[in-house]
Nanobody
Framework: QVQLVESGGGLVQPGGSLRLSCVVSGNMFSINYINTMNWYRQGPGKQRELVGSITKDGDTTFADSVKGRFTISRDNAKNTMYLQMSSLKPEDTAVYYC?????????????WGQGTQVTVSP
């Protein structure tokens, strides 16, 4: 199994910044082996949406709504992925989830963290 634990959420004013962390542990796949690590979010009354992704090669993609404001990085030595959020807006308020997506010999694996709350408010 793979366990994911997010941290770093909290209350921040509009225009502020936060950095979320996702620590990967377990004996199944290490972070440097996982095909894609993702950040999702689910705002109040909304469906869960993909915020951004990073591949094991370090390539990143982002939703249009956060492009230019959010970055994703990973530190394989620390088994940790980060989501750096800046110029935060009230509409970024959501529970943010870390996801590990991997395909191993034709079997798809998805692991999720428990989520961390981000609230953007004056």
């Amino acid at each position: 199994q793979v366990q994911l634990v997010e941290s770093g959420g909290g209350l921040v004013q509009p225009g502020g910044s936060l950095r979320l962390s996702c620590v990967v542990s377990g004996n199944m796949f290490s972070i440097n082996y996982i095909n894609t690590m993702n950040w999702y979010r689910q705002g109040p009354g909304k469906q869960r949406e993909l915020v951004g992704s990073i591949t094991k090669d370090g390539d990143t993609t982002f939703a249009d709504s956060v492009k230019g404001r959010f970055t994703i990085s990973r530190d394989n030595a620390k088994n940790t992925m980060y989501l750096q959020m800046s110029s935060l807006k009230p509409e970024d308020t959501a529970v943010y989830y870390c996801n590990a997506h991997h395909i191993f010999f034709g079997t798809q694996y998805d692991f999720w963290g428990q989520g961390t709350q981000v609230t953007v408010s004056p």
